[in-house]
């Protein structure tokens, strides 16, 4: 169902590579709500993925740029303001990829050049988006920008080795941006902590069917998928928040404010050969 949340809203949208990416379901429901926006990603993803049918469905334009890559990014926003005809008012920045996750390199035997390239990708390039948008003045005053995060940021999680000192970095870069962004031209900086969800980045975090489950049993809604995430982002860009900035805003079920729960504490109990189970044990 369309709200028109968007309605006469222009954007940026990075990160969709196929239908599974969490950006693909953002820019559809970011369309349905009567948003124009262009696409972007990398020149490589756009041959590999399916990026330019999205673009078709959108009556949009995909722009190359890694964003990693500042002349890429400069070049994208001239060009997104020329489409558009002129600034935006929301973009999402919903990339993330660890060459150390890709290559089995474990955190405690880390490749140092594959750390840079993880923090870079996942991290340092939201600051690039920011500053070049800055520098260019390419978004209109009550904008709102997005970058995708997860809870790994904030506590351990087993696999998710050096993604979780990325998307540390990348919060803490929403808040710092976002204090200036917000205190010279009102625009807000937030992310999205976002449950385990199926995707081609997902898919490369080690155990991601078991961190699934577990998150599954312990969110009291269960976990979030890639429709609902979007549902969330779209109400971030519309002119209902505009208020809310640098902050960390979990969309996870409830996830991140457990400690323990009754569904996965009875599969946890099926598992244990030794231990207390349900029963601890009587003090002396
Ligand atoms: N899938 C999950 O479980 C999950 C959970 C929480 C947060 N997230 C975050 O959501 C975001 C989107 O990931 P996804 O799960 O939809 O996976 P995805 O693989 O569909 O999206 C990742 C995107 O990053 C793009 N990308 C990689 N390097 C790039 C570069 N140099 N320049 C521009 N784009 C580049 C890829 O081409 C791809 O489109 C990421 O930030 C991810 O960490 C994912």
């Known amino acids: 169902m369309s709200y028109n949340l968007l309605k006469g809203k222009k954007g940026i949208i990075?990160?969709?590579?196929?239908?599974?990416?969490?950006?693909?379901?953002?820019?559809?429901?970011?369309?349905?709500?009567?948003?124009?926006?262009?696409?972007?990603?990398?020149?490589?993803?756009?041959?590999?993925?399916e990026t330019k049918q999205l673009a078709e469905k959108c009556n949009t334009e995909v722009i190359p740029a890694d964003a990693t890559n500042v002349e890429d990014l400069e070049n994208l926003f001239k060009k997104s303001m020329e489409i558009l005809g002129g600034k935006v008012d929301f973009i999402l920045h919903s990339i993330g990829m660890s060459p150390n996750v890709r290559k089995h390199r474990v955190y405690n035997d880390l490749d140092y050049n594959y750390l840079s390239k993880t923090l870079d990708i996942s991290a340092i390039s939201f600051h690039k988006v920011l500053q070049t948008a800055w520098k260019l003045d390419a978004i209109n005053e009550w904008g709102s920008i997005v970058a995708l995060s997860y809870?790994?940021?904030?506590?351990?999680?087993?696999?998710?080795?050096?993604?979780?000192?990325a998307k540390a970095l990348l919060e803490s870069i929403a808040r710092s941006f976002g204090y200036i962004y917000g205190r010279e031209r009102k625009v807000r900086i937030n992310t999205v902590s976002q449950s385990p969800t199926i995707t081609t980045a997902g898919s490369g975090v080690r155990g991601l069917g078991e961190l699934l489950d577990f998150s599954e049993r312990m969110s009291p809604l269960g976990n979030?998928?890639?429709?609902?995430?979007?549902?969330?982002?779209?109400?971030?860009?519309?002119?209902?928040?505009?208020?809310?900035?640098?902050?960390?805003?979990?969309?996870?079920?409830?996830?991140?404010?457990?400690?323990?729960?009754?569904?996965?504490?009875?599969?946890?109990?099926?598992?244990?050969?030794?231990?207390?189970?349900?029963?601890?044990?009587?003090?002396?």
């Not at 996965?264 to 044990?281: D, H, S, T, V």
């Open 224 to 284: 979030a998928d890639a429709e609902t995430c979007a549902d969330y982002c779209v109400t971030l860009f519309s002119d209902l928040t505009k208020k809310v900035t640098m902050q960390n805003l979990f969309h996870d079920g409830g996830f991140s404010s457990m400690g323990m729960s009754l569904r996965a504490m009875r599969q946890y109990e099926k598992g244990l050969e030794i231990g207390w189970g349900l029963n601890p044990p009587k003090k002396k």
């Open 151 to 165: 809870v790994a940021a904030q506590r351990t999680f087993y696999g998710y080795n050096d993604m979780a000192d």
């Open 14 to 49: 990075f990160g969709a590579l196929n239908s599974e990416s969490i950006a693909w379901n953002i820019a559809e429901r970011a369309y349905e709500e009567g948003a124009t926006f262009t696409l972007t990603n990398t020149a490589v993803a756009m041959r590999m993925g």
